[in-house]
Each structure stands twice: as structure tokens, then as C-alpha cells.
């Protein structure tokens, strides 16, 4: 390729761990050793306030006298031109542009099996892309791509020696959109609330790939009993024919040294289009991932053609169990208790999440509830690395109609397709507090798409628990829960009040012990036939939820809670939480430097599994 500013060594590197030295790399979790164009920076950027830009032909040609850095919320760099407050009413239509030269090939006088393709690490809520003039379709076939949180692709054609990429986003206030807590037609902003942060948030990048490929994306189920793994595969093929997919398995000894633990070559035909295969490795002696022993093995697959042209991806995964069983919770059939907290990133960069996570582990969480948002997917590198656990939330829409919840499985399955490598990522939630589902209680139709989905993931992701409805309002069809655990947000700065909670709680009261009943649909008799998780508790400092904003006291009290926690029939909590975020101010690290405000270790437990 040409020499480029933002040009990619043929091999993704991983982010270094050390807390002085961030090393930026694409976000994605499955890795490509081709080369790649990182296209951040500078692009030329319009508002188009009316919406005419695809009327008038803006893709074709269009004068913009303003420039925005990409990536960057639309918020930003409205504030950025316009100099006026950022924040927007109803709708906003934004574009961006800018050229780049074809790379010249790696390699002369030989033919080259590659393309280009380009692709976003996240961008929305509705993005449409024109390559010289001409609207491109992603790979899955959209036109207009939907979503703001998961990265999306196109393969180029029709390259020329200098070409015109067009961009253009639009969001809006649409409570049918999956948008988490940013403020929409139905919730404002303010409280719980926050500022809309949409548009081209995560990095853009041109990456030559194989015609016949195997996709970056990878999902692992791990059977320990056995020692196998269960790996699932896409092909994205253009010339069918016969092929072949070998997979190498590398345990990590150290920095500098792998150990190559298994192998195994499979044959298939393959028809053009794109399919997924699970393939299954057996890898003896096996070394289990955990908590307390985070060990991860390298997986490197390649997809072979009769020409021996090969398609090759990389990521690492680790080999664990976690399941519920009566009223626990077990880590590769130990019992486990979880020490969590509430974490929202917000806008937060990398860097910080990264301080955020690492602080996190200080002070003794084992899992992390990442509340209803989309983030970075290293993230979910990092936690593979140090030992956390991640309790992952399908962003909510904010009102219960067909349209949210066909958005909702939507983003469910975007997610899913790129969250299936982690061995970190243990709890899923469909839906928190009924935000997106507020008619749960008397809908069939709301409580049976959630069960539908609930069921779908059972089959298809048994490495995961499912929580239908976090807080509250669970469902109960013919006395059958439909959740993996059953979860409760219990807010008191009382500790005399907050005993009483939890005893209500822990005999079985479903009616009154939250804030709305515990269980909806048919009537369910709890008897310990599921783990009980406090997902929600504290918040001491917010002005909602009371108690001390002093951080001593704030710890001296946490305390009080946790012992308390600890001494009943429960199987986990979530503090809530991490960072302040807007006008939320309970947060236990410093947002910007990852200090702890609060003693190390002090939501540790020590029970379990750690």
C-alpha cells in the first residue's frame, strides 16, 4: 500500500496493559493480518438542518465549509461549527466526506485475490455511504445501515487512483430506537438521563481482504468436561467451490512465547454468500479461564481455496463454565458470588475505560454490569485479560410498540454476533426496569417476544445466563421463570430499612419488596429455584437515592450494606456505581485518572470463586 499517516502494520497489535501506555488499535475483537488504512482525521462536515442533501445530490457534489474529526460525536462537532449549544430537538442530518488514494497493491506481477473493504467501528443511529457518487450496500445487504453501537462493512468496487467517500448520519429523539439512557421524545434529559452522544463515534478503516474470507467474527462455547471447543465460524464467499478451514490453537506461555496445543483441518463446500459453521477442536489438558487465573489461548483459522490462497483471522479465547444451579451461581462448577458494580462509559475514550476497568479490579469487583450501552469491544478484551466478568445490556428503546422491539432483536443479534468470543462475558440482560417494555405486566404480546428471545438464547448461547427484565417485573409463564436469575434494584440509605429489604426479599416476597412486583403473568412460588442478585443497590451520594456524598463516610456505609448482603441467601450484588456520570454523582473512581475515591478492596467479599 501507499506510505499513509494512518497506515497499519500488517499485523493488529494488542493494546498494551500498561496503566502509563495506551496503544490504540482498531476495536474489534477478531483480528486480520492484512493491511489496513485507519481513515481518522480530518473530513469535510456539513449540517443539513432540512434534510434536502439526498434531494439535491450532495453525494455527487456539495461545497462543505466546515471541517469535523472523525470519529467524534455529532454532538461535538456541532459545538465545534457552530459555537451554540450542541444539543439538538427532534432530528439531525449530518455529512461528512473526504478522498483517499488507492493503495497500490502489496505485491507486482502476481494476481491478486483481494478487495477492499471498508468499515465502521460504529456509527448512526441511520448511516448511508456513497463511494464516488454511487449509494453502497453493507455486506449483509442494507442500504441504509441501522444502529449505533456494532461495527458494519462494504466491499469497494469501481475504485479509481483517487476516490470520494460520502457519509451520512442521521438520529433523532424516536423512542422506538434501542438508544440506552440517551434522552429521547419519552425521557429528557437530566437525573438518570443524559445528552444524546450519536453519529461517527468509533474509528473507520479500509482493510484489504480475501474474495473468499473468513469474517472477524468468532463464537466460542467451551465444554470442560470433554475439553472441547465449540468454534463458530462465518465465510463470506464469492467463488464457490471446495474448501478447507484449519484451525491452530496456541497456548500463551508468555509476551514473547506460544505453545502450539492442537490442530485440526476440515473440508467443505461452500456456495457463494455468507453462512456460518461451528467446527469443534479437542484441546487436551486444558487450562480453564477464571477470575483468579485469566488463562487465554490463541486461536488462528484459516480458510483455504483449491488454490491454496488462504483467509486468515486471529483472536484469543478461554475455556470456562458459568451456569446457575438452584439458588448459585458456579464458575467451572465452583460456587461463586458476585462482587459487582454498575459502570456507564458514557463518552468516555478508551484510555479512561481502560483506568476504569483496572480500578474496578481494585477495589474487588469480580464483574462489572456495563449498564444498557454499546462500548468499545476492547472493553471486553481487557476483561478477558485481567480476570473480570461482564454482565453485557441490550440498549433500550424507551417506549413498548412492534417497531421498539423489532429494533430491539435487531440490536440483540448485532451484538450477539460480535460478543461471542469472550470468555469474560458471562450474564446478558434483554430489557432493564421495563425501559422499552413498560406495558410487561399486561401485554402478552411484550412478555412473549421477550420470552422468545429468551428461549432463542438459551439454544443458540448456552454460555450465557439471560435476564429477561433486570429489577423487576419478570416474567412468569405456567409458574416458569423466564430468567436465568431473579434480580432485584432495592434503594434505601436506611440501614435499619435496608435489613428489612433484604429479609423481605430472601423469604420470597415478589409484590412489594421492589418497587414494582418482582414477577409478572402467571404466579410464581420462588423456594430458592433460582440465584437472587441485588443488581441495583446504593447510589449513596446521588440526590435520588440519598445517604452520605462524603467519600469516608460513603465507604463507611457501604460497608454496613455489603456485610449485610452477605449474610443472607444471596448469590450476588451490583453497587451502583463506578464513575459519576452527568448529573448522576455517586461514583466511587476519579472519571478522568481511574483513582479510587474509596479504600481499595472495599466491595470484596471474599465469598467464592474469585
Given at each position: 500500500m501507499q506510505n499513509h499517516t494512518n497506515y497499519g502494520s500488517s499485523n493488529s497489535k494488542e493494546g498494551s496493559l500498561d496503566t502509563q501506555t495506551f496503544l490504540e488499535d482498531l476495536p474489534r475483537a477478531?483480528?486480520?493480518?492484512?493491511?489496513?488504512?485507519?481513515?481518522?482525521g480530518e473530513w469535510q462536515f456539513a449540517v443539513d438542518p432540512d434534510d434536502i442533501g439526498v434531494t439535491e445530490n450532495w453525494y455527487v457534489q456539495h461545497h462543505y465549509a466546515q471541517t469535523a474529526h472523525w470519529p467524534g460525536s455529532v454532538e461535538q462537532h456541532l459545538a465545534a461549527t457552530q459555537r451554540e449549544n450542541s444539543s439538538w430537538k427532534d432530528k439531525i442530518v449530518v455529512w461528512y466526506e473526504r478522498e483517499f488514494a488507492l493503495p497500490e497493491p502489496a505485491s507486482s506481477g502476481e494476481e491478486d485475490d483481494s478487495m477492499l473493504q471498508l468499515t465502521f467501528g460504529a456509527c448512526g443511529y441511520e448511516t448511508q455511504v456513497w463511494l464516488n457518487g454511487h449509494?453502497?450496500?453493507?455486506?449483509?445487504?442494507e442500504a441504509v445501515h441501522m444502529g449505533e453501537y456494532t461495527s458494519f462493512s462494504y466491499e469497494l468496487e469501481m475504485l479509481q487512483a483517487v476516490n470520494r467517500l460520502t457519509v451520512r448520519v442521521a438520529s433523532s429523539m424516536d423512542a422506538d430506537t434501542t438508544r440506552g439512557k440517551q434522552e429521547s421524545h419519552v425521557y429528557k434529559r437530566g437525573g438518570i438521563w443524559y445528552q444524546t452522544f450519536t453519529g461517527a463515534v468509533r474509528s473507520i478503516w479500509l482493510e484489504k481482504v480475501e474474495r473468499n474470507r473468513l469474517r472477524s467474527r468468532v463464537g466460542v462455547v467451551s465444554i470442560i468436561e470433554d475439553n472441547l471447543v465449540r468454534f463458530t465460524l462465518t465465510t463470506r464467499i464469492h467463488d464457490p467451490g471446495k474448501y478447507k478451514i484449519r484451525l491452530k490453537v496456541f497456548q500463551i506461555i508468555d509476551k514473547q512465547e506460544d505453545r502450539l496445543a492442537a490442530e485440526d483441518e476440515f473440508e467443505l463446500t461452500l456456495e457463494a454468500g455468507q453462512k456460518s459453521q461451528r467446527l469443534v477442536v479437542d484441546l487436551p489438558d486444558a487450562q480453564l479461564w477464571s477470575v483468579a487465573n485469566p488463562n487465554l489461548y490463541r486461536l488462528i483459522a484459516q480458510l483455504i481455496d483449491e488454490k491454496e490462497t488462504i483467509s486468515q483471522i486471529e483472536t484469543k479465547f478461554g475455556l470456562r463454565k458459568f451456569e446457575a444451579r438452584g439458588s448459585r451461581m458456579y464458575l467451572n462448577n465452583e460456587p461463586i458470588y458476585l462482587d459487582g458494580i454498575l459502570y456507564q462509559p458514557g463518552n468516555s475514550t478508551y484510555d479512561q475505560i481502560k483506568k476504569h476497568l483496572l480500578a474496578m479490579k481494585e477495589l474487588g469487583c469480580n464483574l462489572v454490569r456495563i449498564h444498557i450501552a454499546g462500548v468499545d469491544p476492547r472493553i471486553y478484551k481487557l476483561a478477558d485479560k485481567i480476570g473480570m466478568l461482564l454482565w453485557v445490556e441490550v440498549p433500550s428503546p424507551h417506549q413498548s410498540t412492534m417497531k421498539s422491539r423489532e429494533n430491539h432483536q435487531a440490536e440483540l443479534m448485532r451484538m450477539l454476533t460480535l460478543i461471542g468470543t469472550?470468555?469474560?462475558v458471562v450474564i446478558w440482560s434483554l430489557y432493564n426496569?421495563?425501559?422499552?417494555?413498560?406495558?410487561?405486566?399486561?401485554?402478552v404480546e411484550t412478555r412473549q417476544y421477550i420470552i422468545n428471545m429468551y428461549h432463542y438464547m438459551q439454544i443458540a448461547y448456552p454460555q450465557f445466563l439471560v435476564v429477561d427484565n433486570d429489577g423487576w417485573q419478570h416474567i412468569s409463564f405456567e409458574g416458569r421463570l423466564k430468567s436465568d436469575l431473579l434480580t432485584a434494584h432495592l434503594y434505601t440509605p436506611d440501614l435499619e430499612n435496608w435489613k428489612r429489604m433484604l429479609d423481605e426479599l430472601t423469604s420470597g416476597n415478589m409484590q412489594t419488596v421492589a418497587a414494582f412486583p418482582l414477577v409478572v403473568g402467571d404466579p410464581y412460588f420462588f423456594r430458592k429455584q433460582v440465584p437472587l442478585v441485588v443488581s441495583e443497590w446504593g447510589g449513596f451520594?446521588?440526590?435520588d437515592y440519598g445517604g452520605p456524598a462524603d467519600d469516608?463516610?460513603?465507604a463507611t456505609q457501604i460497608s454496613l450494606f455489603k456485610a449485610e448482603l452477605r449474610k443472607r441467601a444471596i448469590s450476588g450484588d451490583v453497587y451502583t456505581q463506578a464513575t459519576n456520570i452527568e448529573d448522576e454523582r455517586n461514583g466511587l473512581i476519579d472519571p478522568e485518572t481511574g483513582e479510587l475515591n474509596v479504600p481499595a478492596g472495599l466491595l470484596a467479599s471474599g465469598g467464592g470463586n474469585r
Open positions: 477478531v483480528l486480520r493480518p492484512n493491511e489496513y488504512i485507519l481513515l481518522d449509494l453502497l450496500s453493507t455486506i449483509e445487504g469472550h470468555p469474560s426496569e421495563d425501559w422499552g417494555a413498560q406495558d410487561i405486566a399486561h401485554n451520594g446521588f440526590k469516608a463516610a460513603r
